[in-house]
């Protein structure tokens, strides 16, 4: 685990998920390219005014609700939880501990952090922080990775790699490597490997189940997704499975298991054949049209060469 404590500062120094400033880059350039594209197209520009101004109402109305119907933390609500918060931002090196809420959401164990105009927040799900129960350093897990999403700056450049989303397997290849690194976050905040552990045991299982749960066959079922399909589905999620996040924290639960890239392999076979088939058919298209046009026009001038030119009658006399 890539965690270093500065003595110096007291504060907690994270290294990155490796993958996740490569394929930050790549989705910068490719969103550039994109915008270079449309901006060269005055429709393409309407376009993207559009689709921003309707990103940008939705994400507004989610702040919007949560400012005004989750109950935000501070001395007069929830004091001990909300100081908790702040000392994990401290520890973590945060400069401004960013506004905490804690919001019911039918039951859903979820949290997230978010950025509207240079304001960051996180939202906790009260059955979520319930599923933990007792164990703080599980809690702990779950505060710290999505404080961990704001200091890793994950809320700061959404807009400007969101043509990368469009971009198949590259956007979410990004979320998942970010969620990965937020992992590590969490169990920096934690403090407590165990407890971490359990944090993502809880979202996998519940609160109930978790502490019951062996999380070394939770980690092999990582095994079960070795297929082609299967891989690509997990290519086209924004977060990685459970069970991968768990080894990810702790290798020690794949003991046992050799590794293997036959999933892997498949997928990118099938990736590849249908790549094929795609270019291909655009390719026969290109050509196919072209010829298919002239044919067309050759058939009506031809129709038009055979049709008789009407007769002309002298117009009768008065």
Known sequence: MDVVDLRSGGAIRVERWPSELPLLSLCILVSLGIYLLLAISVVGLVYVILFGLFFLGVHAALVAYVRGSA?????????????????IAQRLG???????????????LNAFATRFFGLNLIVLYSHLLEACGDNEAARDMIIAHELGH????????????????LVPFLGTALSRAREYTCDRYGLAGAGDKS????????????????PQVNQQALAHQREDLNTGWLT??????????????????????LSGLRPSWTGRLRALAIVGALGLVVVGGGVYLAVWLPTYARQVQQQQQWQQQRTPYPQQYPEPSR
């Open 71 to 87: 109950v935000r933390l501070g001395p007069q609500q929830f004091p001990a939880l909300h100081r908790r918060i702040e000392e």
């Open 94 to 108: 945060l400069d401004d501990v960013p506004d905490a809420y804690l919001m019911q959401a039918g039951g859903a």
């Open 150 to 165: 704001i200091k890793a700056g994950h809320t700061q450049v959404r807009w400007l790699i969101a043509p990368a989303s």
């Open 195 to 210: 407890g971490a552990l359990l944090g993502l045991t809880v979202l996998s299982a519940g609160g109930r189940h978790a």
């Open 232 to 253: 690509i589905g997990e290519w086209l999620g924004t977060h990685p499975p459970l069970s991968k996040r768990l080894a990810a924290l702790e290798p020690a639960l």
